[in-house]
T-cell receptor, first 114, second 108 residues
């Protein structure tokens, strides 16, 4: 089957606008992760879902960032009042159970705030 | 604090030469360590994990708790090994903590 799918692949938005980034995990995977990768850096953890609930949101940088996973499958990362510093590649990953199982990554959404 | 350090941002070796990508970690508990690889225009993918103790594409990595290191090694580099490599630590059961990555270039 298909791997983790993220849309859009690229997003350019103006400073101050609201954006939504979507992640379709591998079917049946209960664990879903969001990471952010700034230029020249490794991925940085944002939030982890187990099913519908956010089990760990300690990586969200501030209250402009929010993520949901209402039916335990697709997840949306929402960023309000975007800033130029939010420009990065946003990666989504999923795994079958969380815990010690392998996480599979999507191709990422490149967000550019101008 | 949980931290992964990859001291080399860039590493260039000739085809057939040995390769070692360095990774050091900081974690007070019992860590789970990984190497991830990203080939050009492809997504990030798992290369190997320390608990598997396996060799993938000729690469091996040994966890050295005394030196808090998890260096990635390959005895004879191949051109297709050129990629971005990330060392990662899983401190608990969930999130990954990544190093900043090493870009490996294999010269013909």
């Amino acid at each position: 089957g298909a791997g983790v799918s993220q849309t859009p692949s690229n997003k350019v938005t103006e400073k101050g606008k609201y954006v939504e980034l979507r992640c379709d995990p591998i079917s049946g995977h209960t664990a879903l992760y969001w990471y952010r990768q700034s230029l020249g850096q490794g991925p940085e953890f944002l939030i982890y879902f187990q099913g519908t609930g956010a089990a760990d949101d300690s990586g969200l940088p501030n209250d402009r960032f929010f993520a949901v996973r209402p039916e335990g499958s697709v997840s949306t990362l929402k960023i309000q009042r975007t800033e130029r510093g939010d420009s990065a590649v946003y990666l989504c990953a999923s795994s079958s159970e969380g815990g010690r199982t392998e996480a599979f990554f999507g191709q990422g959404t490149r967000l550019t705030v101008v | 604090a949980q931290r992964v350090t990859q001291p080399e941002k860039l590493l260039s070796v000739f085809k057939g030469a040995p390769v070692e990508l360095k990774c050091n970690y900081s974690y007070s508990g019992s860590p789970e360590l990984f190497w991830y690889v990203q080939y050009s225009r492809q997504r990030l993918q798992l290369l190997l994990r320390h608990i598997s103790r396996e060799s993938i594409k000729g690469f091996t990595a040994d966890l050295n708790k005394g030196e808090t290191s998890f260096h990635l090694k390959k005895p004879f580099a191949q051109e297709e090994d050129s990629a971005m490599y990330y060392c990662a630590l899983r401190p608990g059961a969930q999130k990954l903590v990544f190093g900043q990555g090493t870009r490996l270039t294999i010269n013909p």
